[in-house]
């Protein structure tokens, strides 16, 4: 699934195609994308409608267009691709917005990726689905006391790393690689941290990201950008994917174990 750093990317790849580009039409070939309003509505609403903005919070995509705001959730596998306006749809292109000569399309395997709309004058932040994202890592209001608060469960760090509702944009990769960085145990749970602890969970989630961020992403399986462009950051990964290879810091042997159902990479001996 694309991260915070992989959404990110595409943002800024989304950014320099499309923007203060008009949208003509919209062709929903797969309407269960679209979540909130009924797909007619969604195709009227997006006419002549001007992409002015592209932000992001969490993995969450915002489009900014002229009278509304349009947020979109790439999931598993979901990803847009920007086309000539004559080139055929092919399998797995659900969702078309026409420009002019080009199209923008959103591409997902798996259709688990979904769309939200809603006017301009909602405040998206405090509605659904927004408002059930927590804070961003950078963002003020985080500190020691929220995370201990949110925290204070009986359960792995490296599954609450994971809860989109208590800090965002972190997925199964990156909250590998923060535990690594803060010589944390995956299976520590969450009431036995200390306050450097949350303080090293803090200043590593936003190391990590931003680091992925500068190398356009994570690549492993399936993710890429914008018209199938690979991230690199792949090739800086400290512990995820490295079973049976020697930890960078001391040469103990990279293992895998499952928390939470999700394969989970870490040295025992750097992170006892």
Excluded at 99 to 118: A, E, P
Excluded at 156 to 181: C, H, R, S, V, W
Excluded at 228 to 253: A, D, I, M, W, Y
Aim: contains cysteine.
């Amino acid at each position: 699934m694309p991260e915070l750093p992989e959404v990110e990317t595409v943002r800024k790849k989304l950014l320099d195609k499309v923007q203060n580009k008009i949208i003509d039409d919209v062709e929903i070939i797969y309407d269960k994308i679209i979540k909130n309003i009924d797909p007619k509505t969604f195709k009227e609403s997006l006419k002549n409608q001007k992409i002015e903005d592209i932000k992001r919070y969490g993995k969450w995509l915002i489009f900014c267009l002229t009278d509304y705001y349009l947020l979109s959730h790439l999931r598993m596998e979901g990803k847009y691709l920007y086309k000539d306006s004559n080139e055929e749809i092919e399998k797995h292109e659900h969702i078309i917005f026409h420009m002019g000569d080009k199209k923008l399309i959103y591409k997902d395997v798996r259709k688990f990726g979904c769309m939200y709309l809603f006017s301009k004058s909602t405040d998206i932040f405090n509605i659904k689905p927004l408002s059930d994202v927590g804070y961003e890592p950078w963002d003020k209001k985080l500190n020691v006391e929220y995370l201990k608060d949110k925290y204070n469960k009986n359960i792995p760090i490296k599954t609450l790393l994971l809860d989109q509702t208590i800090l965002t944009g972190i997925g199964n990769i990156y909250a590998d690689e923060i535990l690594f960085l803060s010589h944390i145990n995956p299976l520590l749970k969450g009431n036995e941290l200390s306050d450097e602890n949350l303080k090293d969970i803090i200043k590593n989630t936003c190391v990590v990201l931003e680091q992925g961020i500068k190398n356009g992403g994570t690549t492993i399986r399936s993710y890429t950008s914008l018209d199938f462009e690979t991230g690199h950051n792949q090739n800086n990964l400290l512990v995820h994917k490295r079973e049976n290879e020697k930890c960078k810091n001391c040469s103990t042997l990279i293992k895998r174990i499952k928390v939470g159902g999700r394969s989970t990479y870490y040295c025992e001996k750097c992170q006892k």
